[in-house]
């Protein structure tokens, strides 16, 4: 019984492996090093994915256009879902993946289509994403030619020579240290020398010429005395070759000097600094969006709440903490560049609490400077600040003063009440807050529609926007203002695709209000830290923020949450009851069971894909003459079925004159099933056996003659079924 055996391990084919793994990740880490644009820290993953794809393609044994056009379409698919985000990869196998990815390709498309009108004017364009995608895809595509070269056992000198010029131009353009560059070389240089000695002894082999078994002995020290050389110029270089190093020389020398003034003159009186200015209460300006947030550590206010305290940090139960905002500022009318807030209305005053409503009591001292509005919860309804409330319509209020220390009770909306009525309902009081310009972009509201697409309620619409826009787009303090005459929103929702708290909040009332549900963006601060100390909340600098408030019919304005760095609020409704919203949950809507099935199913196809892949790697490295066998007895296989069968006792000879003489209508057939089995006799009865070329071409003649066997395969089951049918 013959056994099945990996071909044996050799120092060069491991070497191989090792360097160009190493190359993948000193390609990746160069052009991460040069920080082109904020997505280039993921292009390490492309060039380590991309090197394995190019080494499972080189075990398949499929012929190089195939190799590349898969290779092609896998890059492209990984490159656009790290370009662009397509696939929600955090949320699972939950039951909005399939709809929130259709949403981010129709905003994909529409994307293109924007880039498309930009070129066709002749305007630059200047979203990187454009940029991190080509160059994601063109890393993809060398290594995996890389992989699929050195698995191959090819020349590796047109890969290797792509990527090295590739590293060497970031190396130039980027002004990166020449160490890196030097290491990638080398590495290249070694992966090059490793691949042409593994395909001379492959020459020898086949030419039955005994290699050198000592040749290592003769090579390996003299490249380790090149590569150290190498490392040594290529470190000295900066210090000696370019000012910078001197410069570093000179800080070297005089590090010692600093030390010794500090420790022998440490009490001579220090220059004195520049004023440090005061601390101010400031929340997000929203007269222009994007306008950088303040950002610091410094203690704005502390806030007490009537609010169970959160329990200790170590039983992590904060998903039950009731959420607040420490709202001073409305905004109402967007211009596509910012918004103007919403004035107040004199002649209105707020309603007065019923008897027995919970109140909501907070106690505010506020320790940084800060101006006439004043903080609270949302639907203050009195407070110890004189004449503070300042009526904003007949369901809300704002609180103004220049009090620093003051109380105030709010009403927040009974989520208890929402009610699941359908969109369109109307009110005097919201209908000013679902105004947008007529200078909106229709993509804004294409995407809006598609986003709630199947939402029938307003609190359902809501909920798929506040989802998709936490989902999709990253939170980035570092997002610059959009280009000048450019509305933000779209430019935020298709172009820079990240932002911060301005961003999102803006971003989701104009994606409501496409929908007619009306909604605006409150500013104020963030809940803060809780200090068991004092027994109140410690609100910072970095706590200013911005969030969206949505008018539901039964409710008033009800608070949302779009941004992904804070905690998200979600509201269920079944008949005309709500949990409460600061409590984590699952989205509105329920699971449908055809998702289950169809991502199991895509599951099981890409399993049954990995194990054939499998199948025929492990068929691939059996001996040559196990090979042959296997060919022959596939070729059977198929004969029997358009008919030939072997009878017991026949020779390989024998079913061959039986093929020609019952397939002769298909010469390729019989050509190939007399040249596979004279391959098949000569495997088993010669000493010599059959060469590697004469098995490559056994299996390209039986590829051919696989589709006329398929064709007499098809005529015999047509004669079977008309014999049986035939009165």
């Not at 706590?543 to 949505?550: F, G, L, T």
């Not at 949450?561 to 809507?589: H, I, K, L, N, W």
């Not at 007399?674 to 098995?695: C, K, M």
């Amino acid at each position: 019984m013959m056994t099945l055996r990996w071909p044996p391990i050799r120092v060069s084919r491991v070497l191989a492996l090792g360097l160009s793994g190493l190359t993948a990740w000193l390609a990746g880490d160069l052009l991460v090093s040069a920080d082109w644009t904020s997505g280039a820290e993921m292009l390490w993953l492309c060039a380590a994915l991309g090197l394995v794809c190019g080494l499972c393609l080189g075990l398949t044994r499929w012929v190089w256009p195939i190799a590349v056009g898969y290779s092609v379409v896998v890059g492209l698919a990984i490159g656009l879902d790290r370009a662009f985000g397509l696939v929600p990869w955090q949320v699972g196998l939950s039951s909005g993946a399939l709809d929130l990815m259709r949403v981010r390709l129709w905003a994909l498309g529409e994307t293109v289509r924007g880039w498309w009108v930009i070129a066709a004017l002749g305007d630059p364009i200047v979203d990187t994403r454009l940029f991190d995608l080509v160059l994601s895809v063109l890393l993809w595509q060398l290594l995996a030619a890389l992989g699929w070269a050195v698995v191959r056992r090819r020349s590796v000198w047109p890969a290797a020579g792509a990527i090295g010029g590739a590293l060497a131009l970031n190396h130039a353009l980027a002004g990166l240290g020449d160490l890196a560059l030097v290491g990638a070389t080398a590495t290249l240089l070694g992966l090059i020398a490793v691949v042409q000695w593994e395909r001379q002894r492959l020459t020898w082999e086949a030419a039955q010429i005994d290699s050198p078994e000592d040749l290592w002995d003769h090579v390996v020290p003299p490249a380790l005395v090149v590569v150290v050389a190498a490392t040594l110029v290529a470190t000295a270089l900066p210090w000696v070759g370019t000012p910078q190093g001197w410069r570093a020389v000179a800080d070297l020398l005089e590090r010692p000097a600093s030390q010794a003034a500090a420790q022998y003159f440490s009490t001579v009186r220090q220059p004195a600094s520049a004023d440090v200015a005061a601390l101010f209460a400031r929340a997000p300006d929203l007269t222009r969006i994007g306008s950088p947030l303040p950002n610091g550590a410094g203690v704005i206010m502390w806030v007490r709440v009537s609010d169970p305290p959160p329990p200790p940090p170590e039983l992590s139960r904060s998903a039950g903490i009731p959420i607040r905002y420490w709202r001073n500022a409305i905004y109402g009318d967007y211009s596509g560049q910012g918004w103007a807030r919403v004035t107040p209305v004199p002649a209105l005053l707020p309603d007065t609490p019923e008897a027995g409503a919970r109140l909501l009591r907070q106690t505010f001292e506020i320790v940084a400077e800060h101006g006439a509005e004043l903080y609270a919860v949302n639907r203050p309804v009195s407070t110890t600040v004189a004449g503070g409330l300042v009526a904003m319509g007949s369901q809300d209020a704002l609180l103004v003063g220049r009090d620093s220390l003051y109380q105030v009770d709010s009403l927040p909306s009974d989520v208890g009440r929402l009610q699941p009525l359908a969109s369109g309902w109307e009110s005097p009081e919201a209908e000013p807050y679902r105004a947008l310009p007529d200078s909106l972009p229709e993509r804004v509201r294409g995407l809006a529609a598609a986003i709630t697409a199947g939402a029938g309620t307003d609190l359902e619409k809501a909920l798929a926007i506040q989802r998709y826009l936490r989902e999709t787009y990253p939170y980035d303090l570092g997002a610059p203002l959009a280009p000048a005459g450019r509305d933000v929103v779209d430019d935020f929702l298709f172009d820079a695709r990240r932002g911060f708290c301005s961003h999102f909040a803006s971003a989701m009332v104009v994606l409501l209000r496409a929908n007619a549900v009306p909604a605006r963006v409150a500013t104020g601060y963030a809940m803060g830290a809780y200090d068991e100390t004092r027994g109140a909340w410690r609100v910072t600098e970095s706590d200013s923020h911005a969030w969206v408030e949505v008018f539901l019919e039964g409710a008033g304005w009800v608070e949302f949450e779009p941004t992904p760095s804070q905690p998200e609020r979600t509201y269920f409704v079944s008949g005309a009851e709500a949990t409460a919203p600061d409590v984590a949950a699952a989205p509105v809507g329920p699971s449908s069971p055809r998702l289950g099935i169809t991502l199991l199913g895509l599951i099981v196809a890409v399993g049954v894909m990995i194990l054939w892949l499998i199948w025929r790697a492990r068929r691939a490295a059996r001996p040559g003459a196990l090979r042959v066998i296997d060919l022959y007895w596939e070729m059977c296989t198929w004969l029997a079925w358009a008919g030939v069968s072997a009878a017991p006792g026949q020779t390989p000879a024998e079913h061959a004159a039986l093929t020609r003489s019952l397939l002769g209508g298909w010469p390729t057939l019989t050509t190939a099933s007399t040249q596979i089995t004279n391959l098949y006799e000569t495997t088993l009865f010669s000493a010599h056996g059959a060469s590697h070329d004469e098995l490559w071409r056994a299996r390209r003649l039986w590829q051919h003659a696989r589709w006329a066997c398929l064709d007499a395969i098809q005529r015999r089951i047509w004669r079977a079924l008309t014999k049986r049918l035939r009165p």
